[in-house]
């Protein structure tokens, strides 16, 4: 199986690359973690900040083969305790089907990424800052499979 972020932005600084990638080195072989980011379109004073949205989600879905699965990182998604998370892994898993993880650039996902989505996740209530995402999602991706696993990280 694999679970692909893909995320709009990129050049983050070190320590969010060290700790997506502490995570995803973590994962066993039958659950790959990928990270993909499409770059953050240049916003100027006067920029069609609605086109650069379009733009950027049709980058996004275009790393989207037909048939994988698509969940949208939104504050109006579902809120997942870790063990629900778990279980959606565990369907994922069962499903045999890449999942790609949609987190959009500063103003949101693109209302054509969103309508792709076959289900909608939330974080937390609180806007995060979009490096902490990546590691945040890492850490419970690997958490999650901690659970399904039995293995102690999760206690």
Not at 25 to 37: D, G, Y
Not at 58 to 85: I, N, Y
Request: glycine content about 6%; charged content about 25%; hydrophobic content about 40%.
């Amino acid at each position: 199986m694999r679970v692909r972020l893909i995320t709009v932005g990129s050049k983050m600084p070190r320590w969010v690359e060290e700790g997506w990638h502490a995570y995803a080195k973590r994962m066993p072989p039958e659950l790959q973690l990928e990270l993909v980011e499409i770059p953050l379109s240049t916003r100027s004073k006067n920029a069609d900040i609605a086109r650069l949205i379009r733009q950027e989600g049709d980058l996004m879905l275009a790393k989207v083969q037909p048939g994988e699965a698509v969940v949208t990182l939104e504050v109006k998604g579902k809120a997942w305790s870790t063990e629900q998370l778990a279980v959606e892994l565990d369907k994922w898993r069962n499903d045999a089907r890449t999942v790609n993880l949609m987190v959009g650039g500063p103003e949101g996902l693109a209302q054509q990424v969103i309508e792709r989505s076959d289900q909608k996740w939330s974080l937390s209530a609180l806007t995060l800052p979009h490096p902490l995402v990546r590691i945040l999602v890492g850490e419970q991706i690997y958490r999650a499979w901690t659970v399904l696993s039995g293995h102690p990280y999760h206690k």
